[in-house]
């Protein structure tokens, strides 16, 4: 035997130790879930122990959050530094987080038809919304339905038309992209270093305390931080402008 199938598993071993089928093992490689197996001969593929606790949490995922794997996939790549430890207990709050429906609405509720109907964005602006990964829809007997959140997104977006922006003077579903990825590279800082800094001994539920108590006023502050640096750059351009004219 080889010193890699000494040091590693091969791919029944795997799913033996992670209670799972070996096809669930396989699906989880095919989406891109795992790292690539290494070979010692064409027919023989070995998979590193490491893999058990990403495994564990992939499934858990699934059960207790009901995430698709592609939703877990791009968890997994946004938060791949932090120990599988820290994922758990992530994990944990965002079940507890769940529970308190005005801080993380876990039921999507409003039908594509009825915002729509009520909201000045077409059904094509919507889909392209879905298509950059802006808002994510569940389908329920053939309809589209939309999360609280995901509502939010599409009114806010409703009212920037409303009052008079247009796609092309701004907030197209391109710029939305590009805020989408700033904005998941900022809240992944917040995160990792809201994790770094709780202490070990803080069990979820006081962390949600914590989260309930403050996430308003760290919005409150991320808002009014923003709107200086708004102020800022369109005095910085009054004044480019005024220099030019003189």
């Known amino acids: 035997m080889s010193s890699i199938a000494k040091k590693m598993l091969k791919i029944s071993e795997l799913a033996g130790e992670c209670g799972l089928p070996v096809s669930t093992i396989r699906h989880y490689i095919n989406e891109g879930l795992l790292g690539k197996p290494s070979k010692s001969s064409k027919n023989m593929a070995y998979y590193d122990r490491e893999s058990i606790p990403k495994i564990s949490f992939v499934k858990r995922l699934q059960d207790e959050l009901f995430l698709p794997l592609r939703i877990i996939k791009k968890l997994l790549k946004d938060t791949d530094e932090l120990p599988f430890d820290d994922y758990n207990l992530i994990v944990e709050v965002r079940k507890r987080l769940a529970e308190h429906t005005d801080l993380l609405p876990e039921m ?3 039908s594509l038809l009825e915002i729509v109907r009520h909201l000045a964005l077409t059904e094509q602006e919507i889909e392209e919304l879905e298509k950059l990964g802006v808002v994510t829809p569940e389908t329920k007997n053939g309809e589209k339905y939309y999360d609280e959140v995901d509502y939010k997104i599409i009114k806010s977006l409703s009212d920037v038309r409303v009052s008079g922006f247009s796609a092309d003077m ?3 579903t391109d710029d939305l992209k590009v805020y989408l990825e700033k ?3 900022l809240v992944s800082f917040e995160s990792r270093l809201f994790v770094e800094r709780i ?9 949600v305390e914590l989260i309930k108590k403050g996430l ?3 919005n409150e502050l991320m808002s009014s931080l923003r709107d200086k640096l708004m102020v ?3 005095k910085d351009m009054e004044q480019s402008a005024k220099e030019k004219t003189i």
């Open 199 to 207: 202490t070990k001994d803080q069990s979820a539920e006081e962390i």
């Open 108 to 110: 999507a509720s409003i």
């Open 216 to 218: 308003p006023a760290a």
């Open 183 to 185: 904005a998941r590279d």
């Open 170 to 172: 701004g907030f197209s």
């Open 232 to 234: 800022e750059i369109l």
